[in-house]
């Protein structure tokens, strides 16, 4: 019975995807998302502020980053997001919704779980003319997920889903890494100035590929045009066969999953043993060792940096470039992560289900 009522699911979601029973497809590399999907790079118009206070870490978080979601860990030592719906979604997007948090699960050691009472959370909503926008990786406090879905236009889609959980869970976009001059040219005479920050590289301060190779085929991918002037390409492949491929996926990637297992440290990911699914792809899992801070001239570029210093949540590890001025002070730096141990209750899978009914 359970089979099938699952194979009725998986054939309506299948159908869902077809008919497109909402509003259009949001395009969330373009104007129209609002000039980003990432929160940290997302600028708000007519007067209202921006969200350029926070850090700016591209393509995968560090695996000692304190904008993991490390926590809570279940009693097989998953890592646990706990969330809640709180827009309005019918039933079928709410199911689309679960698949893709299923899927994470499935392939990963991240669990978004119901919240209850815990201070951080990821909240979704849905808010007409916002877009699909997410912050990367914990903030202290709520964490907003905006999927929007009406009868003009629409987050929910699957692999859209699956991008905008893989942001707050620690990825950034494929194009930004510091290799991606070997597989793609940015054109930037297509693409309006403003938009730059678009399209920046990352550094080894900022972030790490931790090996994986770079994907034409990744769920945080852009596509050919995203941000590019109207008629325009902002992006060629060096390799063309890929051109029309970038940016339109249906679902992650092995080398998405793989980062999110590297961040942070899985046992088991895409049902295989990690450690030796690492080996076998030379998956680097060490931090980068990064230059010492010179305080001469050092000043910091984010109003955020000494509240997180006074709260023992500043690793300069990661974010000295941003807080050069607080990190040159001898600060202590946490290089172990206390977790707690979270024993999911029996009526787990019954919380959760009734969530999405």
């Avoid at 510091?178 to 550094?203: G, H, M």
């Avoid at 790490?208 to 769920?219: E, Q, R």
């Avoid at 092995?254 to 295989?272: E, L, P, S, T, W």
């Avoid at 690793?315 to 992560?337: D, G, H, L, R, Y």
Wanted: aromatic residues 8%.
């Amino acid at each position: 019975m359970a089979s099938q009522q699952q194979l009725l699911l998986l054939t309506a979601i299948w159908l869902v995807g077809i008919v497109e029973n909402r509003g259009r497809r949001i395009n969330i590399y373009g104007a129209e998302n609002g000039h980003s999907d990432i929160v940290q790079l997302r600028t708000h118009h007519k007067g209202r502020q921006t969200y350029a206070s926070r850090p700016r870490m591209r393509n995968a978080l560090l695996s000692n980053s304190p904008l993991k979601w490390s926590k809570m860990q279940d009693a097989d030592g998953n890592y646990l997001i706990p969330f809640v719906i709180s827009g309005a979604y019918d039933t079928l997007e709410r199911q689309i919704i679960k698949v893709a948090m299923e899927k994470i699960a499935n392939n990963t050691c991240i669990r978004l779980i119901p919240r209850t009472n815990q201070p951080d959370y990821a909240e979704i909503l849905n808010k007409k003319g916002q877009g699909c926008y997410a912050s990367i990786g914990r903030f202290p406090g709520r964490n907003v997920v905006m999927l929007e879905s009406n009868d003009e236009q629409s987050c929910i889609q699957e692999d859209t889903v699956i991008h905008e959980l893989f942001h707050v869970i620690g990825l950034w976009h494929e194009h930004m890494r510091a290799d991606r001059d070997a597989f793609i040219s940015v054109l930037y005479d297509n693409i309006e100035p403003a938009q730059y920050p678009q399209f920046e590289k990352l550094t080894s301060r900022d972030a790490t590929t931790y090996n994986v190779p770079y994907d034409y085929k990744s769920v945080m991918h852009y596509d050919e045009s995203a941000f590019a002037k109207p008629g325009k390409v902002s992006m060629m492949t060096k390799d063309a066969s890929f051109q029309k491929i970038i940016g339109h996926p249906r679902d992650a990637s092995a080398n998405d999953y793989q980062k999110v297992c590297a961040i942070y440290h899985c046992r088991q990911c895409m049902r295989q043993d990690f450690a030796r699914l690492a080996r076998e792809h030379q998956i680097d899992l060490r931090n980068p060792v990064l230059p010492s801070i010179n305080a001469v001239n050092c000043t910091d570029r984010l109003s955020i940096c000494p509240m997180l210093k006074l709260r023992e949540m500043l690793n300069c590890k990661v974010m000295s470039t941003f807080c050069c001025s607080s990190c040159a002070e001898p600060i202590p730096i946490t290089t172990t992560t206390t977790t707690t141990t979270v024993a999911p209750p029996s009526s787990l899978w019954q919380r959760i289900k009734s969530i999405f009914q």
